[in-house]
Nanobody, 126 residues
Framework: QVHLVESGGGLVQAGDSLRLSCSVS????????IGWFRQAPGKEREFVAA?????????EPDSSVKGRCTISRDNAKNTVYLQMNSLKTEDTAVYYC??????????????????WGQGTQVIVSS
């Protein structure tokens, strides 16, 4: 059974940093990529970053978070991290981690992710 749990969100001030964690229960976790997405009020869920089954494979698209976030994983702990720095008020959103439907697959398309956590709220105040 697959289960994902995000943690680490909270209320911070602009310019602060946060590290979000995603704890994953899945067989052969090391063979899966993990994606982070976020959804702000009234907006669609958007891709933030993903990390492949090899930690060398990371993908942080040319978006507003580029250069401010780092994704990493610890396979011994079945956990993926999203470090976010220099937070802005527009980073306020619910952040979700997700697991794709198959191993050895890497995507920024949310429709390719079959399993999702419940989300962790990040609020950045000015």
């Amino acid at each position: 059974q697959v289960h994902l749990v995000e943690s680490g969100g909270g209320l911070v001030q602009a310019g602060d940093s946060l590290r979000l964690s995603c704890s994953v229960s899945v067989r052969s976790f090391e063979n899966y990529s993990i994606g982070w997405f976020r959804q702000a009020p009234g907006k669609e869920r958007e891709f933030v970053a993903a990390i492949g089954w090899s930690e060398r494979m990371t993908y942080e698209p040319d978006s507003s978070v580029k250069g401010r976030c780092t994704i990493s994983r610890d396979n011994a702990k079945n956990t993926v991290y999203l470090q976010m720095n220099s937070l802005k008020t527009e980073d306020t959103a619910v952040y979700y981690c997700a697991l794709p439907s198959r191993t050895y697959y890497y995507s920024d398309d949310r429709t390719q992710y079959a399993y999702w956590g419940q989300g962790t709220q990040v609020i950045v105040s000015s």
